[in-house]
Nanobody, 119 residues
Framework: QVQLVESGGGLVQPGGSLRLSCAAS????????MGWYRQAPGKERELVAT?????NYADSVKGRFAISRDNAKKTVDLQMNSLKPEDTAVYYC???????????????WGQGTQVTVSS
């Protein structure tokens, strides 16, 4: 089985910082695209950032968030700075994972971690 497990969410004041981490485990041959999405109450899930060799960001987080990955550790992190109340959401990581060399890539999701930005 393959699992993605997020950590690092919590409550932070406006202007503060948080770092989210996501670790992939299980039978994994290779990992392609990795990313972070978020879903606020009453809203659809939206892209925050993705990374392969380069990074891609939603306009709303550019200049404040930074995504990074460690291929050896099979992790993807999201450093969030200058947080705003509108960043409050459940944050999900995902990854395109190939379990065996003969497999195609399949998209996996983590269970989500809550980020609340409030004074």
């Amino acid at each position: 089985q393959v699992q993605l497990v997020e950590s690092g969410g919590g409550l932070v004041q406006p202007g503060g910082s948080l770092r989210l981490s996501c670790a992939a485990s299980g039978s994994i041959s290779s990992i392609g695209l990795m990313g972070w999405y978020r879903q606020a109450p009453g809203k659809e899930r939206e892209l925050v950032a993705t990374i392969t060799s380069g990074a891609n960001y939603a306009d709303s987080v550019k200049g404040r968030f930074a995504i990074s990955r460690d291929n050896a550790k099979k992790t993807v992190d999201l450093q969030m700075n200058s947080l705003k109340p509108e960043d409050t959401a459940v944050y999900y990581c995902n990854a395109e994972i190939r379990r065996y060399y003969y497999d195609g890539y399949k998209l996996y999701w983590g269970q989500g971690t809550q980020v609340t930005v409030s004074s």
